[in-house]
């Protein structure tokens, strides 16, 4: 059988873990009979507009330790984009371009790693390719610290930032009750539509830590008047108010809670910021209190160092999965997880068709939040405990932690 190649490209905001589902893709590919090189677009799809393409096979075989060290590496190795491809029934020219690359190197199989905006390019290529009658597999591989992909139990990058996001809100707590004195701190978490990191932050509490002591999620309207009686109850009874926020919160009206105007990528998202520091002003106007607001902002996203094998794991095994659907004829579907058993915890590795994912968003489910809508419920801690576990053996060097080299990121051309 005459072996094709296969390209993998990364999208859409950066994770601990997309490098290990590359790490995967890699992998799979090495003990393939179906393929022979796997090659890498620069920048998400641009790359392949762009002329941009890595030999990924190159890479390993030149030190086979790269595998391990890639696993490892936070970010993307091979750069990111948002670039939302045009209906091709209005202009197909991009299409034309990318299928023609795909010829030209021998492509039997896409994979693209990335979330719900790389979904929507899975879906349009995949859509392209059956309108052409491509055999081409076009396969998704998801990621994202959102959690808001449809379908799969979780997404791969998610339980790394949830596993930092609550480390933090530990130390946030052990810095905050040094001081005995009255005091409020505001901790804003990423999630503009979905509330699953905000509420990872209740992981934080132990058997001498009950912090965060109130959760705001985007599930829920948020209520000024009812978030100033929350804290002022909470205020009554202890001296240090810890609160974690989701910066998608709004109001029933559907306005942000924000300190400044918002602005919109190019797939129409708000962009958003300052609703921790909009709460401040609040309850500084409102409450005698000292108050802060910490942004944890893009620090939760890459945090290698502290990031959870048993994410680097699954992410690494829905790299070689992507592959091995690819070598059955699977297209058109992004790979998934299926929790099979929260005690011991156990996952299935699956397909699902891309069309029932796309241009979708998963919620946290108001049952897992209470009534009042400032916390959440254990279901939500049982769901999230186990995506955490796990350290990895990650290589250090002057006392810092050893990543791929990204330099063929930074070139200026």
């Known amino acids: 059988m005459n072996k094709k190649n296969c390209m993998v490209a990364q999208s859409g905001g950066p994770t601990a873990t997309i490098n290990a589902s590359l790490a995967g893709v890699i992998s799979g590919t090495m003990h393939s009979q179906a393929y022979d090189t796997v090659y890498g677009s620069v920048n998400g799809i641009l790359g392949i507009l762009h002329d941009n393409i890595l030999n990924l096979s190159d890479l390993i075989e030149k030190d086979p330790s790269n595998l391990e060290t890639l696993k490892h590496s936070p970010a993307m190795y091979l750069g990111s984009c948002r670039f939302k491809l045009p209906d091709f029934m209005d202009d197909d020219s991009s299409y034309n371009y990318i299928f023609k690359q795909f010829e030209k190197l021998n492509i039997g199989a896409f994979f693209y790693i990335g979330g719900n905006d790389s979904m929507d390019t899975v879906l349009k290529l995949s859509n392209y390719a ?174 290698a160092h502290l990031s959870s094998k048993t994410d680097l794991d699954e992410a690494f095994a829905l790299g070689e999965k992507a592959v091995a659907l690819s070598e059955d004829g699977v297209t058109a579907s992004m790979v998934t997880l299926e929790r099979t058993s929260n005690s011991p915890y156990t996952v299935a590795y699956g397909s699902a068709e891309i069309k029932n994912i796309a241009n979708e968003a998963k919620s946290v489910p108001r049952e897992w939040i209470n009534e009042a809508g400032n916390d959440v419920l254990p279901a939500m801690l049982e769901y999230l405990a186990p995506l955490i576990l796990g350290e990895p053996d990650i290589t250090y060097q002057n006392g810092l932690p050893v990543y791929m080299d990204v330099s063929h990121l930074t070139a200026i051309e």
Not at 130 to 143: A, E, N, V, Y
Not at 193 to 216: E, F, K, M, V
Not at 230 to 251: M, T
Request: hydrophobic residues 40%; aromatic residues 6%; negative net charge.
């Open 130 to 303: 059956k309108r052409i009658g491509s055999d081409i597999c076009i396969i998704g591989i998801p990621k994202t610290i959102d959690n808001d992909l449809m379908v799969t139990d979780h997404t791969p990058g998610f339980g790394s930032a949830a596993k930092y996001v609550a480390s933090s809100l530990l130390e946030i707590a052990h810095d905050t009750f040094i001081y005995a004195v009255k005091s409020v701190t505001i901790v804003e978490i990423m999630g503009r539509d979905a509330g699953w990191l905000t509420a990872a932050a209740a992981l934080a509490r132990n058997q001498y830590s009950d912090a965060p002591h109130l959760i705001y999620l985007p599930e829920t309207d948020f209520d000024k008047d009812r978030f100033l009686t929350d804290v002022k109850e909470c205020l009554r009874v202890r001296n240090n108010i810890i609160i974690a926020i989701s910066e998608g919160i709004h109001d029933a009206a559907g306005n942000y809670i924000n300190a400044g105007e918002s602005q919109e990528d190019s797939f129409g998202h708000s962009q958003l910021s300052g609703a921790g520091k909009a709460l401040e002003y609040l309850i500084k106007d409102n409450i005698n209190v000292k108050v802060r607001s910490v942004e944890i902002n893009v620090l939760q996203r890459c945090a």
